[in-house]
């Protein structure tokens, strides 16, 4: 799995945008938290091609619902669902099938940090894709840079249920005392 992607920025530009994989931990409530750390390699775009949100594609069969969700300061707002992103092509109305969380309002300054979001359900991992909008306007092939990341997969996570009590072999007697 990729526990950690750089994309590319477009040139002139020679860094790019590290996001790595931290963790999953599957919450005692049921809930699944997933962190992120996220960093500027290399020497960062200019105003006017620098990044402006980045999204994670989610599942949408069964839907993955986002009950929670953090980012540095001066980050927001964010987005859970469907709504219209880099997935989106060609630009029009949302795809309701497009289930994602994107962090909007970020540029080079404040892209740096932890984000972290919380799903209702725990997830095994997969390889899910991720993309960065640079630049102003629409998002298109141009402005958008796509790679993968760890994250929830659409298949539950099987947990180990409690043992009650000691397993006995069949050839084992029982003795009840009284």
């Known amino acids: 799995m990729a526990n ?3 994309l590319p920025p477009v040139p002139p530009a020679t860094g790019g945008y590290t996001i790595a994989f931290i963790s999953a931990v599957c919450n005692p409530d049921g809930t699944q938290t997933w962190t992120y750390e996220t960093s500027i390699t ?4 200019t105003s006017g091609s620098e990044i402006s949100n980045f999204v994670f594609r989610l599942c949408s069969d069964p839907r993955h619902e986002v009950i ?6 001066g ?4 987005e859970t669902g469907s709504f219209i992103s880099c997935f989106d092509f060609p630009p029009g109305p949302p795809d309701p099938t497009i289930n994602a969380i994107k962090w909007d309002g970020v540029n080079n300054n404040n892209f740096s ?5 919380t799903l209702s359900d725990c997830f095994e991992q997969t390889d899910i894709s991720v993309a960065v909008k640079t630049g102003g306007g629409s998002a298109s092939p141009t402005t958008c840079l796509y790679g993968l990341i760890t994250g929830p997969s659409c298949l539950p996570l099987q947990t180990q249920k409690p043992s009650r009590g000691t397993p006995f072999s069949k050839e084992e007697k029982i003795t009840a005392i009284y």
């Open 68 to 73: 929670s969700y953090s980012q540095p300061d």
């Open 42 to 45: 290399g020497v960062p775009p």
């Open 113 to 117: 940090g932890t984000y972290t979001f």
């Open 4 to 6: 950690s992607v750089t």
């Open 75 to 78: 980050v927001g707002p964010v």
